[in-house]
């Protein structure tokens, strides 16, 4: 399984553009790159999922450099309602179950 | 669409004591799995499965059971409660080619 390395906690004012970042140096090159959020008391909900490049969608954009050692989850504009724990995962998608823990993941409050 | 709907929702066990935190998708995903999170802690793969019939072991499947009788359904059965099975279960399905849709959580405490 592909070890995943996020910062524990971010901080950002409210209206500001936020970026996680996540290592993951052993990625295979079958694996994809999926993010996912957690408030309090739900279950992790599925943001954004990429290959390489960059994927955007409604609520996030992902970047993925060449060599998709790392990845980057950009939330533009974070309001009060963004506080929650980001998750990145390697290995989800592609066809074929794979087996995905997830890790600490990175805390972000968002201040008023 | 219901998603993943997992029953109950709340549960307090005494040591020793066996149940089953039953877990549904009406989404027809192939794979489906079962976690638990202890507080402050990331999500940790408890059994999954890639089929009706088809099941395995995650990280950390000792206490646990699991069986996939059918597409929809995908039971987690405690065989015998301890204290250390404290934790909210969340089960989760997916196709396989697109991210996980998890269930509410069921948030269980043995005492």
């Known amino acids: 399984l592909a070890k995943t390395t996020q910062p524990i906690s971010m901080d950002s004012y409210e209206g500001q553009e936020v970026n996680i970042t996540c290592s993951h140096n052993n990625i295979a090159t079958n694996d994809y790159i999926t993010w996912y959020q957690q408030f309090p008391s739900q279950g992790p909900r599925f943001i954004i999922q990429?290959?390489?490049t960059k994927v955007t969608n409604e609520v996030a954009s992902l970047f993925i450099p060449a060599d998709r050692k790392s990845s980057t989850l950009s939330l533009p504009r974070v309001s009060l309602s963004d506080t929650a724990v980001y998750y990145c995962l390697v290995g989800v998608g592609s066809g074929g179950y794979q087996k995905v823990t997830f890790g600490t993941g990175t805390k972000l409050q968002v201040i008023p | 669409n219901a998603g993943v709907t997992q029953t109950p929702k709340f549960q307090v066990l005494k040591t020793g004591q066996s149940m089953t935190l039953q877990c549904a998708q009406d989404?027809?995903?192939?794979?489906m799995s079962w976690y638990r999170q202890d507080p402050g802690m990331g999500l940790r793969l408890i059994h999954y499965?890639?089929?009706?019939?088809?099941?395995d072991q995650g990280e950390v499947p000792n206490g646990y059971n699991v069986s996939r009788s059918t597409t929809e359904d995908f039971p987690l059965r405690l065989l015998s409660a301890a204290p250390s099975q404290t934790s909210v279960y969340f089960c989760?399905?997916?196709?396989?080619?697109?991210?996980?849709?998890f269930g509410s959580g069921t948030r269980l405490t043995v005492v």
């Open positions: 499965s890639v089929g009706a019939g088809i099941t």
């Open positions: 989404m027809n995903h192939e794979y």
């Open positions: 989760a399905s997916s196709t396989g080619s697109s991210g996980y849709t």
């Open positions: 990429g290959y390489k």
